[in-house]
């Protein structure tokens, strides 16, 4: 079941429309994950958190959304993105939920007006590059 209370979509870090749009596409995945907005991590909260609600056949998802003005490097920003998910060990949740590390992927939405950048990135496990 997919419930996102108030206070969920309240403290998402994305922008009123992009938010809900996002979330609106998320909601028709809700039989194969269990999606998860602003959840708690180790070190703080991620945007959004895909767990597959069958660890076995899919990957899990570690969303975090920035949003820049039009002078900032959006590159730099989805590095930066990525950076906060491994630093802030949001692979906790996912980890807690049975998932092993190499089914779980990085993703930075960097939103800067019309533009979009995205970063994807696997996590490594330990002993891989």
């Not at 998910?85 to 960097?110: H, M, R, T, V």
């Amino acid at each position: 079941m997919f419930i996102l209370n108030w206070d969920q979509f309240r403290n998402l870090n994305l922008r009123s429309a992009n938010g809900e749009f996002i979330l609106g596409l998320l909601a028709n995945l809700r039989n194969i994950y269990e999606i998860r907005s602003n959840p708690e991590t180790w070190y703080g909260r991620a945007d959004i958190l895909m767990i597959p609600r069958k660890s076995h056949n899919y990957f899990a998802y570690i969303i975090e959304f920035k949003t820049t003005d039009t002078k900032t490097d959006t590159e730099k920003t989805a590095q930066d993105a990525i950076e906060q998910i491994q630093e802030k060990e949001y692979i906790s949740a996912i980890l807690n939920a049975g998932i092993k590390p190499d089914k779980i992927i990085k993703l930075a939405i960097i939103l800067q007006g019309k533009k979009v950048v995205v970063e994807i990135e696997k996590f490594n496990t330990p002993g891989t590059v």
